[in-house]
């Protein structure tokens, strides 16, 4: 009785370490997200950039984007809220949107484009994944150090 | 009578100096070297408040072997390495901040375990060797790890992004980023104290340990770890399952280990793939014994005075040596030096005192003997508060 | 019954030394298959073996004497290194160098073996973790006093400040060689330094002629049965010591072979964690923590370096990986590992 009773809470502690888990992958997953401040075309419809945008995500560093410029920001989990400043012309006073969305899980670089996205077009219009070049050290490998006679360095 | 009062008072002045004679003399050495180091008292400050945050967790892992009388548990190596692979699968899955964290976490734990039941009944294999022989586990172990970094990932094992994996296309490379997770822990709560930075949710998880540690050495199974620490043929005789126990103080300090190296890790912002865990246990332990502890005694306390000399040492010394000598190396390998010295000495002091117990024991068994052949009981209690004090 | 005598010996063979003794065999085996020239790799073995029987050897006595594994080769290294360089900032040269700097290295030995072998009297049964530890200690120790010591034979110190010895230093002009060149044998692509051999097996039947003498059989006696030889009257610990300086002599004088044969002084880090290897050497050959003989070195010296040269080669010819330090440190790790888990009979 009592072996069982024990089995029991240790399934259940399994279970419930499984469940944390399956929770970090969720709300733990890091996405990079890039913000284009250009040119589009959707459908035949282009998309002119606008001539300033500031965006926001979280408590990171704004992102100022003049014409042609493109942004990045983090973000953890799946929903993506920011805020989006637009300066139509030169001198013209700012106008701020606040923009949420949902990414998609599979993708670690995101890819939106700014003047799409508040135009109003379909999320395939101004969401791409953006694939990360691994900086290229040519075709040498690196050399591994496996540390047999080193001191081990500073703690 | 007053023979015995002057034996007794004696050993205890001994007893006294030799505790604190490796605290006193860092203090010593700190004293010298903090002032020829030119540093200012806020960065001393913020680097020891640092180094405390970063370390003392996997320094308290230490505490628990010691208790089951297994000495300094040199295999904690094992755990450090079960925690970079577990932060090497999160950063490739791209969990990040604290959940990446707690993910790595979860993730370290079954590693850990199966390595530490590994290295537990390997050294119940070899009792009375467990120091030497964890040591030389943690060189195979760390075998073992090249082997499924170096070879295994990317070509068995899946791991997707090029950042990690060497260009060649399995392996991991020499550094592997933790960017996304870098003092996360440490920030979140932080709070600045005269431009020293206070992890303070760091602080509070390592207290959170040293209340288990205190609460587990007060459980049954605490109680029987001390026991076997004691005695274990007599933890035995009580009905104590000798082996499984010391397996359960391996495994319980690996986890702890790997726990510590996640803490050690995100503080650091980057993994050495394949040298953040060679020395970690070396200095761990020096560190331990630096605040006074000994291979058969340790507290929580020493952890702490541990962490604050040893690392301010570790801090100084280089600047310091750089200074007298106009060679920063010197210093560098003098701080080396000490770790390895301290660490010697500290096993001498044990060894001679376990033979001198050893010897004590002998005689008063003898002498328990003569007693009792003159028929007097008396001698037994005598005898048995000797021991008892000797304990 | 006869499979139960073999599943014994198997036993008493141990697991780790026969899969060790397997894979040699395989990649001996596998070699000619993939392309590695055999001829080279048997030289390259012999060579190797020159270089490291003594420090191997260095082993024997302390194990004798029931000290165990020598983990503090590296004090006995440092007597070593400590001849070597004052050799050439004495201004030996030639070969002629490699004989001064054996005759320098051996008091620092003497003492060092003396002070080292009073230690391990003071803590019987804990010798094999407080050696590593004395050999990390005085390493780390020597690191600053290359810095600092007075030398300035110009090879040997850092150019550009003139003080200080570098990490590694030539030994071209002094004895690189010394004892390899002497009655060189070349047969194609093998050669063979006799020289050393015979250096060797000069070495290693004084060893084994020594445990044969009254003393070396008293030695033998204190590491089988320490209680009953000291009721047969030996002074345990003066025997002790004797081993532990014999160990520490061997030690610098294997480093001394080892550099004349590789060319170079290493200094600094270096002979850290040179003990492992000779220690797992020696037990791939069938040695145990209390039980050594000189056959065990010879065989476990072959096996161990055969592991060394051989795996790179075939491995990487066979699977387009390098796998070879990953195979040694788990070969040899595991080799420690399963000689400290047997049981020993006497001792302690």
């Known amino acids: 009785m009592k072996d069982k009773r024990r089995l029991l809470f240790r399934i259940a502690a399994i279970v419930i370490i499984l469940a944390v888990a399956a929770v970090m992958f969720v709300i733990g997953r890091g996405h990079t997200i890039y913000f284009d401040n250009k040119e589009t075309s959707y459908n035949g419809q282009t998309v002119e950039p606008f001539h300033k945008v500031v965006v926001t995500v979280g408590d990171q560093k704004p992102s100022k984007l003049a014409k042609g410029d493109r942004g990045m920001g983090e973000v953890m989990g799946q929903k993506l809220t920011m805020t989006v400043e637009i300066t139509d012309e030169e001198g013209g006073t700012p106008h701020a949107h606040k923009v949420s969305m949902n990414i998609p899980y599979s993708m670690d670089g995101i890819t939106i484009n700014i003047p799409a996205l508040m135009a109003g077009l379909p999320q395939e219009a101004y969401l791409s994944e953006f694939v990360i070049e691994v900086p290229d050290e040519g075709a040498t490998d690196e050399e591994i150090v496996t540390d047999e006679f080193d001191m081990g360095g500073d703690m | ?391 | ?348």
Request: hydrophobic share 55%.
């Open chain 2, 1 to 391: 009578m007053k023979k015995d009062n002057k034996t007794k008072s004696s050993p205890d002045m001994r007893f006294i100096i030799q505790k604190f004679s490796v605290p006193l003399m860092f203090i010593i050495i700190c004293a010298i070297c903090i002032p020829l180091s030119g540093l200012s008292a806020n960065m001393l400050i913020n680097e020891i408040v640092t180094r405390m945050g970063r370390n003392a967790f996997l320094i308290l892992s230490l505490l628990i072997p010691i208790m089951a009388g297994m000495g300094l548990n040199f295999g904690m190596t094992l755990g450090a390495m079960a925690a970079e692979i577990a932060l090497i699968f999160v950063a490739d899955w791209q969990i990040v901040g604290i959940p990446g964290m707690v993910l790595a976490a979860i993730v370290s734990v079954p590693i850990s375990v199966l390595l530490g039941i590994f290295c537990g009944k390997i050294l119940n294999e070899a009792k009375g060797r467990e120091m030497i022989t964890s040591y030389i586990m943690s060189f195979f172990v760390n075998g073992i790890y090249q082997l499924v970094v170096l070879y295994l990932m990317g070509s068995i094992i899946p791991i997707k992004h090029g950042a990690i994996k060497l260009p060649r296309g399995y392996g991991i490379r020499n550094t592997v980023s933790l960017l996304s997770m870098r003092q996360k822990l440490d920030n979140l709560l932080a709070i600045n104290i005269g431009g020293v930075k206070i992890p303070v949710l760091t602080f509070i998880i390592i207290a959170l340990l040293c209340l288990f540690i205190v609460w587990f050495s007060k459980t049954k199974l605490g109680q029987d770890m001390r026991a076997v620490g004691q005695d274990m043929d007599v933890a035995r005789d009580a009905g104590i399952n000798v082996e499984r126990t010391r397996i359960i103080s391996i495994v319980m300090s690996t986890v702890l280990a790997g726990f510590g190296m996640i803490i050690y890790l995100q503080n650091m912002g980057n993994i050495a793939t394949y040298s953040a865990h060679s020395q970690i246990g070396m200095f761990c332990i020096a560190a331990l014994l630096v605040g006074g502890a000994s291979v058969d005694r340790a507290t929580i306390g020493n952890v702490f005075l541990g962490v604050i000399l040893f690392h301010t040492m570790f801090i100084v010394a280089p600047k310091a040596g750089a200074a007298i000598t106009g060679d920063s190396m010197i210093g560098e390998y003098f701080r080396v030096f000490v770790s390895y010295a301290v660490i010697t000495v500290a096993l001498i002091m044990y060894e001679t005192n376990k033979r001198r117990a050893k010897k004590t024991a002998g005689q008063q068994l003898a002498e328990a003997q003569k007693a009792e052949e003159a028929g007097a009981a008396a001698g037994t209690t005598q005898a048995d508060n000797a021991g008892k004090e000797k304990a």
């Open chain 3, 1 to 348: 019954m006869t499979s139960e005598k073999i599943k014994a010996a198997l036993k008493n063979f141990g697991l780790p030394r026969l899969i060790i003794a397997g894979f040699l065999l395989l990649l001996l085996i596998m070699a000619p298959f993939v392309g590695a020239d055999l001829p080279t790799q048997i030289s390259n073995i012999i060579n190797r073996f020159s270089w490291n029987g003594i420090l191997v050897l260095a082993m024997v006595p302390m194990v004798h004497s029931g000290c165990g594994l020598n983990f503090g080769l590296p004090l006995g290294i440092i007597s070593g290194l400590l001849g070597a360089t004052l050799s050439i900032e004495f201004g030996f040269t030639g070969p002629l160098s490699f004989l001064a700097a054996i005759l320098i290295a051996t008091p620092f030995a003497l003492i060092l073996g003396a002070l080292y072998g009073w230690l391990l009297n003071k803590i019987k049964g804990g010798e094999m973790m407080i050696a590593t530890y004395v050999g990390f200690s005085s390493v780390s120790f020597m690191c600053m006093m290359w810095l600092i010591l007075p030398y300035h034979s110009p090879n040997m110190v850092w150019g550009l400040s003139g003080k200080g010895l570098r990490t590694t230093i030539s030994l071209e002009g002094y004895y690189i060689g010394a004892l390899a060149n002497f009655l060189q044998i070349n047969i194609g692509s093998i050669s063979i330094p006799t020289g050393t051999l015979l250096f060797f097996a000069l070495l290693a039947f004084g060893i084994w002629a020594f445990l044969h003498t009254k003393t070396g059989t008293a030695m033998t006696a204190v590491g089988s049965n320490p209680e009953f030889a000291k009721a047969a009257g030996i002074n345990v610990d003066n025997i002790r010591m004797l081993s532990v300086i014999m160990s520490t002599w061997l030690a610098a004088i294997g480093i001394l072979v080892y550099e004349q044969g590789f060319g170079f002084i290493q200094l600094y880090m270096a002979p850290f964690y040179m003990a492992l290897p000779a220690v797992s050497a020696i037990l791939i050959g069938g040695a145990s923590v209390n039980k050594a003989t000189i056959m065990n070195v010879i065989v476990g010296t072959i096996l161990f370096q055969g592991i060394v040269t051989m795996t790179p080669t075939v491995m990487n010819n066979m699977i387009h990986m390098d796998m070879s330090e990953v195979i040694r440190i788990i070969a040899s790790m595991g080799m420690i590992l399963f000689a400290l888990t047997r049981k020993t009979e006497a001792s302690k």
